[in-house]
């Protein structure tokens, strides 16, 4: 069992800048595929980046490539999210979730998820 907490959400200006991060629990967090997925209102929830098991590799929704990375941090049970040049469809809730088979772009490849965290981004 993982149980994931997301902080770092809040309200930017265009062109500014978010660090997300999503604590883990478990001594298991770094067999776990991670990733990022938002929803926005009245829209699906929307696959962002992911990264493997180890940190070296990593993927991304071309709608954030060359603007968000995705890091992580075994030693501390950690995934960020850093997102910069940030846009008005932007603005969604941010869930981390984690993936005991590798990972993906799909809803369904991941096991455990988080309760979210609000990222508003004002024109």
């Known amino acids: 069992q993982v149980q994931l907490v997301e902080s770092g959400g809040g309200l930017v200006q265009t062109g500014g800048s978010l660090r997300l991060s999503c604590a883990a629990s478990?001594?298991?967090?770094?067999?776990?595929?991670m990733g990022w997925f938002r929803q926005a209102p009245g829209q699906e929830r929307e696959f962002v980046a992911g990264?493997?098991?180890?940190?070296?590799?990593?993927y991304y929704a071309d709608s954030v490539k060359g603007r968000f990375t995705i890091s992580r941090d075994n030693a501390k049970n950690t995934v960020y999210l850093q997102m910069n040049s940030l846009k008005p469809e932007d603005t969604a809730v941010y869930y981390c979730?984690?993936?005991?088979?590798?990972?993906?772009?799909?809803?369904?490849?991941?096991?455990?998820w988080g309760q979210g965290t609000e990222v508003t981004v004002s024109s």
């Open positions: 478990g001594r298991t967090f770094s067999s776990y595929a």
């Open positions: 990264i493997r098991w180890s940190g070296g590799s990593t």
């Open positions: 979730a984690a993936s005991r088979l590798g990972g993906g772009i799909w809803y369904a490849q991941y096991d455990y």
